[in-house]
């Protein structure tokens, strides 16, 4: 298994609040992202990061922010949360950002947003 | 356009018997990676195949092979004698190389397949 941890594993809580999920890895990987994955949309992109302090956003960034302070550390900011971020969100990291790496993920996270 | 395309939503196969999963795929890109992920009902994300573009042969892995046909921009999961394990939400995903970025990961809305007696 990847040694990649996501933390909180499961989490319920109120619109408006400010939420963070956490991705731990132990790999040394460069590249690590942020998915939600949502009934009939597969998984989509939200952010990712190619090195330390360097972020981009994906197709569904709106509403998120990350920060990457260390190699093993990529955190998802929900600023304000919304109900329609309710989501199981996955972290992925891959050794390089060649097309022919693969990505490997976490066991996710189950946000509710009541 | 939708990128990578999945057209079966469900499918149901036999213990036994092989089971092609479809995915297509749009790109201009000429340097790609196909790659295809099962999820079963525990949640977790497993990477099964790889298929670069460039690729002159088909992948295979165990019981998994990836019929890679690139003129018709398909990239099918081949499932050899299905076991009930099997039973499993399966993504087909593709990795395009942009230049000064981290190539991302496009994922299809998935098929579930049911493995039955």
């Known amino acids: 298994d990847a040694g990649i941890t996501q933390s909180p594993r499961h989490k319920v809580t109120e619109t408006g609040t400010p939420v963070t999920l956490r991705c731990h890895q132990t790999?040394?990987?460069?590249?690590m992202y942020w998915y939600r994955q949502d009934p009939g949309h597969g998984l989509r992109l939200i952010h990712y990061?190619?090195?330390?302090?360097?972020?981009d956003k994906g197709e569904v960034s709106d509403g998120y922010s990350v920060s990457r302070s260390k190699t093993e550390d990529f955190l998802l900011t929900l600023e304000s949360a919304t109900s329609s971020q309710t989501s199981v969100y996955f972290c992925?990291?891959?050794?390089?950002?060649?097309?022919?790496?693969?990505?490997?993920f976490g066991d996710g996270t189950r946000l509710s947003i009541l | 356009a939708q990128k990578i395309t999945q057209t079966q939503p469900g499918m149901f196969v036999q213990e036994k018997e092989a089971v092609t999963l479809d995915c297509t795929y749009d790109?201009?890109?000429?340097?790609?990676?196909l790659f295809w992920y099962k999820q079963p009902s525990s949640g977790e994300m497993i990477f099964l195949i790889y298929?670069?573009?460039?690729?002159?042969q088909n992948a295979t892995e165990g019981r998994y092979s990836l019929n890679f046909q690139k003129a018709r921009k398909s990239a099918n999961l081949v499932i050899s004698a299905s076991q009930l394990g099997d039973s499993a939400m399966y993504f087909c995903?593709?990795?395009?190389?942009?230049?000064?970025?981290?190539?991302?990961?496009?994922f299809g809305t998935g098929t579930r397949l049911q493995v039955t007696l």
């Open positions: 298929q670069g573009s460039y690729d002159q």
């Open positions: 790109t201009s890109d000429p340097s790609y990676g």
């Open positions: 995903a593709m990795r395009e190389v942009r230049s000064g970025t981290a190539s991302k990961l496009t």
């Open positions: 790999e040394n990987h460069r590249y």
């Open positions: 990061s190619y090195g330390v302090k360097d972020t």
């Open positions: 992925a990291i891959s050794r390089g950002g060649e097309s022919n790496q693969p990505q490997h």
